[in-house]
């Protein structure tokens, strides 16, 4: 396991993508943004024993904070980092989001994101040296994956791409299993947003809130760096 170089860009940590792979090509996938106690602060575990019994077989992966033990792997052979810095891609008509997944590439206008599933959530975090409450609504970040036919499981992350280059990637295993939810907020406070807006509920500062998201680029284990 090799360190990944980072970009000079501000909080460019949460660029990262860890992935741990395990037997018979089992692999699972974390934004490190997840993991750090500055923001998500969600555990996962490399275990070298449980009950004070060591592994013989080897260290296992443990995320005991999921709601259920999905991304466990009771054996893990391999992890890689890798940071995902993609370019801005600027949707065809304000408010609308570009969403790719390899070669695949789909546009939600502003009408059919404000179609999808809402849901409204009531979120604080802290910015700078101060806290910051508001209210959110729109479709989970799962509803626009499935509107625009992206496939993802344990080992998918998404990289949301503001307008002014600012990236910070997630999950969709931190909605389901981890129990943190993710939206795609539309409307902030009461107020129709210019662009959508990346919203990780339960983070503890708000570096991976990202404003004016022009794209959600998607992919499968931790990029090459």
Partial sequence: MTSPVLPAAKNALLRVIVTA???HGHQ???ALGELDPGFGN???IIALSINDRLLARGPALVVPGDQAPVRDLPLVNRIRIGVASPPVTPPPAPGALVISGGPHQVVLTAAELAALPAQTRTVTFTAGTGTQTHTETGPALAEVLRAAHIKVGLN???AAVGSDGYIATVTPAEAWPGGRPLLIS???D???LAAPRLVTDGDIK???YVSGVYDLVTGQGAPAS
């Fill in 206 to 208: 708000g570096g991976r």
């Fill in 21 to 23: 792979s395990g037997r």
């Fill in 156 to 158: 998918t992350w998404v």
């Fill in 28 to 30: 699972v996938s974390f």
């Fill in 42 to 44: 969600h555990d996962a």
């Fill in 186 to 188: 539309l409307t902030e």
């Fill in 190 to 192: 009461g107020t129709a």
